[in-house]
RNA sequence: GGGGGGUUUCCCGAGCGGUCAAAGGGGUCAGACUGUAAAUCUGAUGGACAUGUCCUUCGAAGGUUCGAAUCCUUCACCCCCCA
């Protein structure tokens, strides 16, 4: 493409925050920015009144104005830090499809639009037939319509910028191809469509999703030290994958990077750089220093030395219990800390952890579920780590 | 309407009067090995105090018995077959 073009993504504003699913087309939309095209983010103020039923199961539940605005308002920041909202000429641009679809009155959309997209076209799109052939959930007439409505916004934004291309997960071709379709029956313009596969990971399940929900992209709800974690522990054969798609560098550096993977596998060097690669795009900076500093700690040696500011930071995440200054005077004894601390549900349980060596306090194992806990096992002012397990952290702090 | 089968601890699933807190598998949790991975191996897996006892649990409520998840009665729910 020698000219500029101009490019469209839609998002949804199920939630305040977007997702580690959602990266895939905002990295496109970055991408086509880098090479000087045009990239228009248009998050779906009405159409996520009426919910998309492609790729969902089930109806799905609709959201107030207000909290459609409260998601919008989330999802924005984060658009801004993939796309470049100020460069001149190939500026990003936001619009909420709101603005023009919200004006419509039902007669005229019935007459402008829908008059121009026969059923049995509509009927044969997957994300309908899919939900049709299926006789425990339905499909309502509103969400039978989506499609007409994202149509349009692909008429509407070849009108007012001319963007010519809509890019998105295959499960939007559907609504992609709906959109060309209109346009080429309403003005005679030909427009196009890209759609990207969905990542899953080599294990089949979809990329983003852990058994305890997505990683988002709002540190509120996944903080940079989670999000973080993620990456490094993603498995090797979705590593390449994911550089190339999600991140910046070049063929040649992801190459290289590979092959010392390759060769010393245990180091996990592309992992990190995957890490450190989204976390500083996602959360800045400051958000990849508090997670690599969290990441030293918790998988670092015993914890000594810090004080309760430092602690504080670093275990943001990490639940915490306040308890009275005085339960460490006559010795607190390690079972009850664990159930105290919300680790252990009760004192069998925690009584198994210390017998089978799971139990840490400040990242040092306790032995013996005789041991009891004085001034002595704080590590900070205030403060003690729990663990119990590899991963599991609480603090207590005694105040 | 008639006949038969079922309901067990997170899930599946054995148990069919005492040795049953209940086999086996899955899951989960811990440990070892590792690369904060995968695979593998080991252990744990109702609760309370304590290393042995007590308390609660086998759809629900009653009953028989020294003793019941196991037998009987009623009720609820599920499945199958014949009408």
Not at 116 to 129: F, G, T, W, Y
Not at 241 to 262: K, N
Not at 276 to 284: A, Q
Request: charged residues 25%; hydrophobic residues 40%.
């Amino acid at each position: 493409m020698e000219k500029q073009r101009t490019v469209y993504a839609g998002f949804d504003p199920t939630a305040d925050s977007l997702h580690v699913g959602h990266l895939m087309a905002m990295m496109i939309l970055r991408r086509f920015q880098q090479a000087g095209h045009r990239p228009i983010a248009v998050v779906g103020g009405a159409t996520g009144m009426i919910g998309d039923p492609s790729g969902k199961s089930e109806e799905r539940n609709l959201l107030s104005l207000d909290a459609l605005q409260a998601n919008i308002d989330g999802m924005e920041p984060q658009l801004r830090r993939f796309l470049d909202f100020d460069c001149g000429p190939n500026s990003a641009v936001l619009v909420n499809n709101y603005e023009w679809l919200g004006r419509f009155g039902y007669l005229e959309f019935l007459r402008d639009i829908g008059k121009h997209v026969p059923v049995n076209v509509m009927l044969a799109k997957d994300s309908v037939r899919g939900r049709l052939e299926r006789d425990d959930v339905g499909l309502s007439y509103t969400e039978f319509s989506y499609m007409l409505m994202q149509a349009y916004d692909f008429v509407h934004l070849y009108e007012r910028f001319g963007c010519e291309l809509q890019v998105g997960g295959s499960d939007q071709w559907g609504n992609i191809t709906a959109g060309i379709d209109l346009a080429r029956r309403l003005s005679g313009v030909q427009l196009y469509g890209c759609t990207c596969p969905l990542l899953t990971r080599s294990d089949g399940t979809k990329m983003g999703k852990t058994e305890s929900g997505a990683i988002w992209l709002s540190a509120e709800r996944t903080s940079p030290y989670q999000f973080h974690q993620y990456w490094i522990n993603l498995d090797d054969a979705d590593v390449g994958r994911c550089l190339r798609f999600f991140t910046d560098l070049g063929q040649e550096e992801i190459d290289s990077l590979l092959a010392e993977h390759q060769s010393d596998p245990g180091r996990r060097a592309a992992q990190r750089r995957l890490a450190v690669e989204l976390t500083r795009m996602v959360h800045g900076e400051d958000g990849l220093r508090s997670a690599e500093r969290a990441t030293e700690v918790f998988f670092g040696a015993e914890i000594r030395e810090l004080d309760d500011a430092q602690l504080a930071g670093i275990f943001a995440d990490v639940p915490s219990k306040e308890l009275p200054r005085a339960k460490l005077d006559g010795g607190l004894s390690i079972i009850d800390a664990l159930v105290l601390s919300g680790l252990c549900k009760n004192k069998s349980e925690a009584r198994r952890i210390i017998t089978q060596g799971g139990a840490y306090v400040n990242n040092r194992r306790m032995e013996g579920i005789e041991t009891t806990l004085d001034q002595n096992h704080l590590a900070g002012e205030t403060t003690m780590i729990l663990r119990a397990g590899k991963k599991k952290y609480a603090l207590l702090r005694f105040v």
